[in-house]
């Protein structure tokens, strides 16, 4: 049973420019959600998909949007990239119908060094 | 503001000692406190969690602490090994309303354990 998978693992991007993550979630599970991770912090949320919809979304710009496919995949991308994007960035996926238990299961991350 | 908030920011501890790891939070209307380690590099790993219908969870040399009343709970690491060097992140949800799903870290533990 394959985990949460991310793609790519590492990304080098100047300023300015536009990126965009993949993520699969865990087999079963329907709800991804994003997090970026700075260096020495703990993980920030950014958005939650669900039935291809964002569901909810922290305090990040619009800059940052994302999708999710019919599949429960989903994209995370970013515009118009900053220096302080540089992070990891992380996908956890979930069973909504099982969401008060809330059992989020993280991928390895995206590691996005923006120069 | 930060949603839960962490103690000690780094931990070290001899080989067979206790680790313990504190974290509060004021939201009362969180009823899922999990507990992730992170190695560098990877993903965070779901390592236990609690609800608060409980004060203590323990599995195996990992036991959680829960005190409601004072909206505190704790880490701990019976006889810590150098394998649990890690950074260790609390984490806070509520199963309803409208920021279901969505974790609310701390800043991160890091344990360093000398052989």
């Known amino acids: 049973d394959a985990g949460v998978t991310q793609s790519p693992t590492h990304l080098i991007k100047t300023r300015g420019q536009q990126v965009t993550l993949r993520c699969s979630p865990k087999s079963g599970h329907d709800t991804v959600s994003w997090y970026q991770q700075a260096l020495g912090q703990g993980p920030q949320f950014i958005f939650q998909y669900y039935e291809e919809e964002e569901r909810q979304r922290g305090n990040f710009p619009d800059r940052f949007s994302g999708h999710q496919f019919p599949n429960y995949s989903s994209e995370l991308n970013v515009n118009a990239l900053l220096l302080g994007d540089s992070a990891l960035y992380l996908c956890?996926?979930?069973?909504?119908?099982?969401?008060?238990?809330?059992?989020?299961?993280f991928g390895p991350g995206t590691r996005l060094t923006v120069l | 503001q930060q949603q839960v908030k962490q103690s000690p920011q780094s931990l070290i501890v001899q080989k067979g000692g206790i680790s313990i790891i504190n974290c509060a939070y004021e939201?009362?209307?969180?009823?899922?406190f999990p507990w992730y380690q992170q190695f560098p590099g990877k993903g965070p790993a779901l390592l236990i969690a609690i609800r608060p219908d409980v004060s203590e969870k323990k599995e195996g040399r990992f036991t959680i602490s829960f005190n409601k009343s004072a909206k505190q709970f704790s880490l701990h690491i019976m006889d810590s090994q150098p394998g649990d060097s890690a950074t260790y992140f609390c984490a806070a949800s509520s199963g309803g309303g409208s920021t279901l799903g969505r974790l609310y870290f701390g800043r991160g533990t890091q344990l360093t354990v000398w052989p």
């Open positions: 939201n009362t209307a969180f009823d899922y």
């Open positions: 956890a996926s979930s069973f909504m119908g099982q969401a008060i238990y809330n059992e989020q299961f």
